[in-house]
């Protein structure tokens, strides 16, 4: 029942502006929280853009860049680091395809979003950008490790 720490991921998770502009931070942190994985940061933040160009590089060329970028920096994100197993995949099922017209019921872009171009919420694709975001988002003390007790009645 107890996970070996090589099966332990990170990912980095945020509210994009959207999120916050309507109230659905509290929604949102609870559905990871629900599910079970461990929060190790939490940060409201005022993107600058250089962070934004960082974060999205990979997409640069696309047509839509400039407007992604304008929109991620419209005001304030919330950052997140979640550890946990299987975490990567899990919250990207969780938050649903990346057009919420096509995202399931029951997913947070699914519920809660209509636009491809604001869909609330990011999660890293693979562990390896779980890592490298956490890194780019967070600075060191930023993260808190403890000890999170999920189910005690189980074991
Ligand atoms: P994210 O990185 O935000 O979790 O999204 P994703 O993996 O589901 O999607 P990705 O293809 O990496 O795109 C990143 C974000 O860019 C915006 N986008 N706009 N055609 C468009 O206007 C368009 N396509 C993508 C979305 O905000 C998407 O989440």
Redesign the pocket.
């Known amino acids: 029942l107890v996970a070996s720490m090589e099966e332990v991921e990170e990912t980095y998770i945020m509210i994009k502006p959207d999120g916050v502009q309507r109230g659905l931070v509290g929604e949102i942190i609870s559905r990871f929280e629900r599910k079970g994985f461990k929060l190790t940061g939490l940060k409201l933040f005022q993107c600058p853009k250089e962070l934004a160009e960082e974060h ?1 590089k990979d ?1 640069k060329t696309k047509p ?1 860049f400039p ?2 970028i304008e ?1 991620i920096t419209s005001g304030p994100v919330v950052c997140m680091a979640w550890e946990g197993v299987g975490v990567v995949a899990s919250a990207r099922k969780l ?1 649903g395809a ?1 057009n919420p017209l096509q995202a399931e019921p029951g997913t947070i872009r699914g519920d809660l979003a209509v636009q ?2 604001r ?1 609330v919420v ?2 890293s ?1 693979s562990p390896e950008n779980g890592k490298r975001e956490i890194d780019l988002w967070f600075k060191e003390g930023e993260l808190c490790q403890w000890v999170h007790v999920q189910a005690p009645w189980l074991r």
């Open positions: 999205y997409l839509f407007k992604l929109y938050i990346t491809t171009g869909n990011h999660g694709d």
